[in-house]
């Protein structure tokens, strides 16, 4: 039963939100004692109360259950401080402005953590008039691929999904964009800023020698 609800999270919520045992209890229609049982492990509140419970302390029944409480201080919604979730079991992706409690398949996903683009997940940027074009040097086996490149600029979040055995690469309207995402199905989300591959020429790729380089190595491992 204690795989529900546990009363660490009833105690935590319940101080969290300045409440007694005894207001809490008079909230739900129980007694205080009943209360101190469920926050001493003694007893657990029938499954009938975790909707009101959850309710009392403005939160979902899922953050209920997963004890996993989300404060969401996005309000904002600046969309470079997105949150993507990808589902393990089907490829799902979701897209939240802000931290969330989400499920696929059974699964509690959590949000990725973009890691530095790295000589096994290059990408190259081109400005093409109001335009990213965007390539990544990476092989798209059915094994092996890139799930979704995304653009995010502090108001929009542009997506393209790609698919095994298709192109890694894809197209977006600059209109400030500042990060690129893609997800390796194997290793994971990275990300990049499209200025400092573009636009710095000091340490940039484009119309170097070194972008060149890297450029015919990606095409003789991936072409």
């Known amino acids: 039963m204690n795989q529900y609800v546990t ?32 926050e001493k492990s003694r007893g657990f ?21 997963s004890g996993n409480t989300i404060q969401n201080a996005n309000i904002s919604a600046n969309m470079l401080r997105s949150m993507l979730y990808v589902c ?8 939240g402005m802000g931290e969330a409690t989400i499920h696929c398949h ?11 683009t790295d000589e096994h997940h290059m990408i190259f940027i081109e400005r093409v008039e109001d335009e990213y074009y965007v390539r990544i040097a990476h092989s ?8 979704f490149v ?19 690469e894809a197209r ?14 194997r290793d994971g989300l990275f990300s990049i800023d499209p200025v400092k591959g573009i636009d710095d020429k000091e340490n940039g790729y484009d119309d170097s020698q070194e972008r060149r380089e890297l450029e ?3 095409d003789m491992l991936f072409g």
């Not at 999270?9 to 004692?33: C, F, H, P, W, Y």
């Not at 059974?106 to 530095?116: D, K, R, S, T």
């Not at 995304?150 to 890694?168: R, T």
């Open 45 to 65: 509140p029938d499954i009938t109360l975790l909707e009101p419970i959850a309710e009392v302390f403005k939160i979902s029944v899922t953050e209920l259950i």
């Open 150 to 168: 995304a653009a995010a600029s502090s108001d929009d979040m542009q997506m393209v999904k790609l698919y095994p055995e298709g192109s890694a």
């Open 7 to 38: 009363g660490r999270v009833i105690r935590t919520l319940r101080e969290k939100n300045k409440l007694t045992q005894l207001q809490l209890a008079e909230k739900l229609g129980v007694s205080d004692k009943s209360v101190s049982k469920w």
């Open 216 to 218: 015919k190595a990606a």
């Open 88 to 95: 393990p079991v089907c490829g799902n992706v979701i897209h």
């Open 172 to 185: 977006f309207k600059i209109r400030g964009v500042r990060r690129i995402f893609f997800y390796c199905n």
């Open 106 to 116: 059974g699964i509690q996903l959590m949000p990725l953590e973009a890691e530095p």
């Open 140 to 147: 798209m086996t059915k094994e092996h691929y890139i799930s």
